[in-house]
């Protein structure tokens, strides 16, 4: 039943509007034959046994044994790529490699390839346009531990004006069985589903919604809010971050205070306390208060925190931005620090923590 093939809702959907008797026809269906073939000799296509080629073992060091397979084609289109593939299952041990490589007849190298170490079932491909003379010499390379003998066999080669999937190889047909047509359908309909998901998420909000939007999408999205390239760049949870407070405080216009603040509350940590005021000392220049504790690096952290605000476009032009630690008047620190020798140690078991004691910033409207 055309239940149980595995296909997108949309394929589904699609099929259904087929006539019954085409959909009849397509459950009664068999698998087609493989592909034609089109490679330029009848072996090797699916190997059991290394016929014609030449092997030999050679022991590469006390650690090593290689064994090379090899094998000279003539009569070659010097006008058609020659394809060399090779195909392994997983290893039985470590440190195997598999190597290719492919010559002409003077011995000089065309393609070669390397893969080392073999850790899981896998591939390789060369490809190496044949000279005039049509000939290649093509060399198959495995390497395993010594005393491992067969610790990794070859499972299939392929040779010929094309790259093929190992599923293609003679012997190696075995697909499902049924519904050919339905199966086909879903890779146009599996594409159709991806866009009416992305569509339905659209009109759900889901991709702009800071909070909801998939990781993904998050600095398309922060591209549509007009936030800065710097902005855009940080990782995705931070970014995430950033785009859910602006969006819950709503878009300052550049040189505000809240914009400075909110550019400052995605490098602080805590509850990311900030206030911004002109400089009583110095023109066109701005204070960045925070709390000692809830900066990264405690005062050390300073200059990252001006250059990630400075990077935001926040700050208005010509305006320089200086970050301070803020401190409490005594009254205040006391009053947060406690009476007892026992609660000012509670309070402020480091420095850092002493410094933010008392502190408590309100941003300036």
């Not at 493989?34 to 090797?44: L, V």
């Amino acid at each position: 039943m055309s239940a149980n093939v595995p296909v997108t809702d949309w394929t589904r959907a699609w099929y259904e509007l087929l006539p019954a008797a085409y959909r009849d026809m397509d459950a009664a269906q068999t698998n087609p034959a493989p592909p034609p073939w089109d490679g330029f000799t009848s072996d090797p296509k699916f190997l059991h046994g290394w016929g014609e080629w030449n092997t030999e073992a050679t022991v590469a060091d006390e650690e090593l044994v290689e064994v090379r397979m090899h094998r000279t084609f003539t009569g070659l289109l010097s006008s058609e790529q020659v394809h060399v593939q090779a195909w392994w299952p997983d290893p039985a041990v470590e440190d195997c490699y598999v190597a290719l490589e492919v010559k002409d007849s003077r011995g000089v190298v065309l393609a070669e390839t390397m893969v080392d170490p073999v850790v899981e079932a896998g591939s390789a491909t060369v490809m190496a346009l044949p000279p005039v003379d049509g000939h290649l010499e093509v060399s198959i390379f495995v390497g395993v531990p010594a005393g491992e003998g067969n610790a990794l066999q070859l499972a299939a080669v392929n040779i010929g004006y094309r790259s093929v999937l190992q599923e293609e190889l003679p012997g190696r047909y075995d697909g499902p069985t049924s519904h050919p047509l339905l199966r086909w359908m879903d890779g146009p309909g599996s594409i159709a589903q991806t866009t009416r998901t992305v569509s339905d998420d659209l009109w759900a909000g889901r991709y702009t919604n800071p909070a909801t939007a998939p990781a993904h999408a998050l600095r398309w999205l922060a591209q549509m809010m007009g936030t800065p390239l710097s902005l855009r760049k940080r990782p995705v949870e931070e970014l995430r971050e950033y785009l859910t407070n602006m969006l819950a405080s709503g878009r300052s216009a550049t040189g505000t205070r809240q914009g400075i603040a909110d550019a400052a509350k995605g490098f602080l940590t805590g509850d990311r306390q900030v206030s911004v005021a002109a400089s009583k000392t110095k023109k066109h220049t701005l204070v960045l208060l925070v709390r000692a504790d809830e900066v990264p690096g405690g005062a050390a952290g300073l200059p990252a925190l001006a250059k990630v605000v400075q990077d935001a476009g926040v700050i208005p032009a010509g305006h320089v931005l200086v970050a301070q630690i803020a401190t409490a008047t005594w009254d205040d620190w006391m009053a947060a620090a406690g009476e007892t020798w026992a609660e000012r140690e509670a309070a402020a078991k480091t420095w850092t923590q002493a410094d933010s004691l008392g502190v408590q910033l309100e941003e300036t409207p």
